[in-house]
């Protein structure tokens, strides 16, 4: 199983990114998909997360501005992130618990820069 993560880069403050992550392989389900990030010399925290019937939660910090979807056809999660500010840089992971025939765990993409100029 592989999660690949896209759609980092550089934006203006004020401005909007769309991340897309998808999940690849031997796949029975996909429980609970996550976006975290790290920025530069702190730790991970949790962004956003959505479950599989849909709920969605969010840091406090992106309320409002950042939406989670899934296409659970696709296994891809997605992350449209608006009125960017430069404090949203960091490097984006996802995160997807994942069953496969024998298991169940967790699994992460391998990160996408977001750098927002002031």
């Known amino acids: 199983v592989q999660l690949q993560a896209f759609g980092g880069g550089l934006v203006q403050a004020g401005g909007s990114l769309r991340l897309s992550c998808a999940a690849s392989g031997r796949i029975s389900s996909i429980n609970d998909m996550c976006w975290y990030r790290q920025p530069l010399g702190k730790e991970r925290e949790l962004v956003a997360v959505i479950t599989s019937g849909g709920s969605t939660n969010y840091a406090d910090s992106v309320k409002g501005r950042f939406t989670i979807s899934r296409d659970n056809a696709k296994n891809t999660v997605y992350l449209q992130m608006d009125s960017l500010k430069p404090e949203d840089t960091a490097v984006y992971y996802c995160?997807?618990?994942?069953?496969?025939?024998?298991?169940?765990?967790?699994?992460w993409g391998q990160g996408t820069l977001v750098t927002v100029s002031s």
């Open positions: 995160q997807a618990d994942i069953r496969t025939t024998f298991y169940l765990g967790g699994y």
